[in-house]
T-cell receptor
Framework: AQSVTQLGSHVSVSEGALVLLRCNYS??????LFWYVQYPNQGLQLLLK??????LVKGINGFEAEFKKSETSFHLTKPSAHMSDAAEYFC?????????????FGPGTRLSVLP | ETGVTQTPRHLVMGMTNKKSLKCEQH?????MYWYKQSAKKPLELMFV???????ENNSVPSRFSPECPNSSHLFLHLHTLQPEDSALYLC??????????????FGEGSRLTVL
């Protein structure tokens, strides 16, 4: 069964510092991987996704993630944090079974950006 | 209009009330979902509808009753709820719930408080 773990429920960085949010997955088939962001009092918004092809994926707002099959990881990075990046970030994998396919979300990582 | 619209954004109800949450998508998608987001818990998939047919019910209590009259509209009827049902209820849509790798598009959520 597919599952997602996110190391660190809360990450704090200084403005301008590197952002690194960790995601590891388990999947018995080639995974489709996603990062979503949730700002306060809002729904989830897609940041980026990996399905096939290039393993380094670029998303919105300067974020990118690299799919590493050998490490079963899909960590999210941004070279320089901005105050507006403060939000909750969710990693997700698509679960595929006899009923169709549904997303399995990680528990989320809250990112704080300090001035 | 935004892609996925949820109403109301906030709802306070007593345990004996009956209310409904509404979701509408303007993206031409065929699959719609209800998720529950509680504090300090991962997103919980509640229901999935694909081409108006319910394809998944994740052991949700019967006090939650979904309705999908067409591919663009999804309702969640609520009755005799418990205080632990207080949460953010998120609606999402996708092209299809089968055989696709596309992302979920989320609404902004309905914040439910049960007194």
């Amino acid at each position: 069964a597919q599952s997602v773990t996110q190391l660190g429920s809360h990450v704090s960085v200084s403005e301008g510092a590197l952002v690194l949010l960790r995601c590891n997955y388990s999947s018995s088939v080639p995974p489709y991987l996603f990062w979503y962001v949730q700002y306060p009092n809002q729904g989830l918004q897609l940041l980026l996704k990996y399905t096939t092809g290039a393993t380094l994926v670029k998303g919105i707002n300067g974020f990118e993630a690299e799919f590493k099959k050998s490490e079963t990881s899909f960590h999210l990075t941004k070279p320089s944090a901005h105050m507006s990046d403060a939000a909750e970030y969710f990693c997700a994998v698509i679960r595929r079974d006899n009923y169709g396919q549904n997303f399995v979300f990680g528990p989320g990582t809250r990112l704080s950006v300090l001035p | 209009e935004t892609g996925v619209t949820q109403t109301p954004r906030h709802l306070v109800m007593g345990m004996t009330n009956k209310k409904s949450l509404k979701c509408e998508q303007h993206l031409g998608h065929n699959a719609m979902y209800w998720y529950k987001q509680s504090a300090k818990k991962p997103l919980e998939l509640m229901f999935v509808y694909n081409f108006k047919e319910q394809t998944e019910n994740n052991s949700v209590p019967s006090r939650f009753s979904p309705e999908c009259p067409n591919s663009s509209h999804l309702f969640l009827h609520l009755h005799t709820l418990q205080p632990e049902d207080s949460a953010l209820y998120l609606c999402a849509s996708s092209l299809s719930a089968r055989g696709q790798t596309g992302e979920l598009f989320f609404g902004e959520g309905s914040r439910l408080t049960v007194l």
